[in-house]
């Protein structure tokens, strides 16, 4: 079983639309949770950070997590052809030295 | 934010040759740099963890001959691909922790994207 579980997609959307994605895990000592944005041909630029459970809120993007269910949501309001990029989770815990990510989630947001 | 460079961004290289990607951390000293690849509509698989006046940590499965890891000072790691052939073209990215942020928050590279001809 891997550590993260993240559905591929691809997702498309139309512009305006609410966008969920989500990743699951299996480690019950995750306790930092990333959300990552990928561009094509470029790096991943940090998005949001949460620990441990809860939610957080920065602009149009909620992250959320659920610790119970072992499960992290990121949402997008109002999204926009901008946002079109691959979505990557990541976790880690105190003490671990690498992150785990998820395999990332294509998200096409049309105009 | 912390800012990680990465250079080149794109190389091409001919079979058998040997290339030098370079990771710096340019606000902060990064005693811990990662190093990953990634397949086209894959996600990031790490390679190796540079830490800086030590031996890198492989991952299994991972040839440390073949990359070649060096993190000689607190802002600057190096991966050598070293006898390239085209099953090493990919896109390698690397990042870095500042220790003197959030305790596991990463910043990473722009990414290269090695070309093996």
């Known amino acids: 079983q891997k550590e993260v579980e993240q559905d591929p997609g691809p997702l498309s959307v139309p512009e305006g639309a609410i966008v969920s994605l989500n990743c699951t895990y299996s480690n019950s000592a995750f306790q930092y949770f990333m959300w990552y944005r990928q561009y094509s041909r470029k790096g991943p630029e940090l998005l949001m950070y949460t620990y441990s459970s809860g939610n957080k809120e920065d602009g149009r993007f909620t992250a959320q997590v659920d610790k119970s269910s072992k499960y992290i949501s990121l949402f997008i309001r109002d999204s926009q052809p901008s946002d079109s990029a691959t979505y990557l989770c990541?976790?880690?815990?105190?003490?671990?030295?690498?992150?785990?990510f998820g395999t990332g989630t294509s998200l096409t947001v049309i105009p | 934010g912390a800012v990680v460079s990465q250079h080149p961004s794109w190389v091409i290289c001919k079979s058998g040759t040997s290339v030098k990607i370079e990771c710096r951390s340019l606000d902060f000293q990064a005693t811990t740099m990662f190093w990953y690849r990634q397949f086209p509509k894959q996600s990031l698989m790490l390679m190796a963890t540079s830490n800086e006046g030590s031996k890198a940590t492989y991952e299994q499965g991972v040839e440390k001959d073949k990359f070649l890891i060096n993190h000689a000072s607190l802002t600057l790691s190096t991966l050598t691909v070293t006898s390239a052939h085209p099953e090493d073209s990919s896109f390698y990215i690397c990042?870095?922790?500042?220790?003197?942020?959030?305790?596991?928050?990463?910043?990473f590279g722009q990414g290269t994207r090695l070309t093996v001809v």
């Open positions: 990541a976790m880690s815990a105190e003490g671990y030295n690498q992150f785990y």
């Open positions: 990042s870095a922790r500042d220790p003197g942020r959030l305790n596991t928050e990463a910043f």
